[in-house]
């Protein structure tokens, strides 16, 4: 499997030349490093080379690396049933730099792209429809970024009162609680109730 695969990447490499950063087989998957600007070429001819034929988009998504100065990914995922094979494509891009939309190649990459814009903050260049897919109108923030607060800004209610959905300020309804995270095979240093039939 792992020579096949390694000589679809030489292929695929000697095809695309400098579109293609590189490539590496890791998970029983071949994984290619493309160049930003070239993933609607990288994509086309993954989809039309006949060695390749991979037609079928499975996802796009996001992966947030804060500590470097390009810190997100662009994962997508491909699937060729002709060769029962499937292929990662990664992009490294940052908050300013938008990737193009291979929405032209794949139509099925718009609502993936979408999700990664609203949980992310990636931007896709020449898409028809950017706009958030699953926050709320108005959401401040993008809630799979690391230095995304836990309990978020807002929240969303709807108010019998005012018979209208209201947002407010985040309230914590009780503190954050401790725990002693001991082994569990030290114990504890505090009985429980019923310990006392143990020692019985």
Request: aromatic share 12%; with cysteine.
């Amino acid at each position: 499997m792992e020579d096949a695969l390694s000589e679809l990447g030489e292929y695929i490499a000697q095809k695309l030349g400098d579109s293609l950063l590189g490539f590496a087989i890791a998970y029983d998957e071949l994984t290619l490093e493309a160049k930003g600007e070239s993933i609607v070429d990288v994509m086309r001819t993954l989809r039309d080379d006949p060695q390749c034929q991979f037609i079928s988009i499975i996802d796009i998504c996001g992966v947030d690396y804060p500590e470097r100065s390009q810190r997100f990914d662009v994962v997508y995922h491909l699937l060729s049933p002709h060769q029962n094979n499937r292929i990662r494509v990664r992009v490294i891009t940052d908050e300013e730099t938008a990737v193009p939309s291979i929405t032209g190649v794949f139509p099925g990459a718009d609502w993936f792209e979408r999700e990664a814009y609203d949980m992310y903050g990636i931007l896709f260049t020449g898409h028809p429809d950017l706009r958030r897919i699953l926050t709320d109108y108005g959401f401040d923030g993008y809630p799979l970024r690391k230095d995304f607060p836990l309990t978020g800004f807002v929240e969303v209610r709807y108010d019998e009162e005012r018979k209208r959905v209201i947002y407010e300020p985040v309230k914590l309804a009780q503190e954050f609680r401790d725990f002693d995270y001991l082994s569990p095979w030290d114990g504890t240093d505090y009985d429980l109730p019923g310990d006392e039939k143990a020692k019985q």
